[in-house]
């Protein structure tokens, strides 16, 4: 039977449709297949493989994301090497002089703090409490660096200055997210640098120092003194960058002071009260950037057993612990071990 060419177009456009639709068919129970067949098992890595993959990145084979991570770096203040040149600097310290325009400034802020509405019994009789903060935030910066320059000790006087007035700052005025909180915390702490940058200008200190004071309120540029270097403060020809180490001293300062009012003031209180893990928690949080001399004078503060027990657990270790307890309580007690050897014939006594 003879077929017509229309015919013979229509077969062969069958043909190839029914030929395309197996072969997809079958490219398709292909991968189905290739999906059903299972997988072998993770071979485990035996010690060979491991000698070749610690090879490999020791050549610096292994590829970046494979690399084990970088340790935090622990080069402080109170590195051997930096801390020469701390000691440095504050012997090229002017000699104390009377301060009046500092006496001046802080009698601004402690007129402005004598009337906080929030007050509290201390010393048999009503205080009030930003006054009182502020007071003991500046003994302690005194006790710790008796040559402070005049930022540091108003930002002591003043890290609190009328801060009562922060409640004027509704958070329902902010958007209801994320974003609004944290525009509402910036905009908090932008009111309080700027009311203490005012009484600094109106102290008469110079534009410098009113930036100073207002980068610390609102920690702007500021350096971290547990991450310092030798080669951040130190140039060509034995040039050191003193100017850098002072405000890394400022900084840990005002650290230390904080911590030690949080010790002296609150920690006896919290531990009356609170259960033991939340009191750790509480004093890991509040001295986690103390250097080792804070440290040290906080475990010399008069603690009964059970405090000093717990503080000892707590507190944060600085890079050179053995140094700091082999200065507070004597050799032995900077022995990984009470029973080790070379320490048997120390005398306790």
């Known amino acids: 039977m003879l077929l017509g060419r229309e015919s013979l177009a229509g ?24 999906c059903l067949v299972p997988r072998p098992a993770s071979i485990p890595a035996t010690s060979s493989h491991r000698q070749l993959q610690d090879k490999r990145s020791q050549r610096g084979l292994l590829l970046p994301n494979r690399q084990r991570p970088l340790a935090p770096c622990r080069a402080t203040l109170d590195s051997p090497e930096i801390e ?53 935030l500046s003994e302690w910066v005194e006790k710790l660096d008796p040559g402070a320059p005049d930022e540091l000790r108003i930002l002591a006087r003043g890290k609190a200055v009328e801060s009562w007035r922060l409640s004027e700052i509704k958070r329902d005025d902010y958007s209801p997210n994320t974003a609004g909180q944290r525009q509402w915390e910036a905009d908090r702490r932008a009111w309080l ?24 309120m609102l920690g702007r540029d500021l350096p971290d003194p547990r991450d310092v270097r030798l ?11 003193y100017r850098l180490l002072e405000l890394l001293l400022m900084v840990q300062t005002l650290r230390d002071a904080e911590g030690l009012v949080f010790l002296q003031h609150t920690f006896p209180r919290m531990f009356e009260e609170l259960p033991a893990d939340e009191v750790v928690k509480a004093v890991r949080s509040e001295l986690g950037g103390m250097s080792k001399r804070g440290i040290a004078t906080a475990l010399q503060l008069p603690w009964s057993p059970l405090q000093r027990k717990l503080l000892a657990t707590s507190l944060p270790l600085p890079p050179g612990w053995g140094e700091v307890l082999r200065g507070v309580e004597g050799a032995a007690a900077a022995s990984t071990h009470p029973g080790d050897w070379r320490f048997k014939d120390f005398d306790y006594d």
């Open 84 to 136: 020469v040149l701390v000691e440095q600097m504050k012997a090229m310290r002017p000699a104390p002089a009377p301060r009046e325009q500092l006496q001046r400034c802080l009698d601004l802020i402690d007129d402005i703090n004598s009337k906080d509405p929030s007050k509290v019994e201390y010393g048999g009789k009503r205080v009030p409490y930003r006054l009182l903060y502020s007071g003991w």
């Open 11 to 34: 077969m062969r456009q069958h043909a190839g449709a029914s030929c395309s639709g197996r072969t997809r068919m079958g490219r398709a129970a292909a991968s189905v297949g290739a």
């Open 193 to 216: 640098a700027g009311r203490l940058k005012g009484i600094v200008k109106e102290a008469g200190y110079p534009e410098a120092s009113q930036k100073l004071v207002e980068d610390f």
């Open 231 to 241: 080669y951040d403060v130190t140039g060509p020809l034995s040039t050191v960058n």
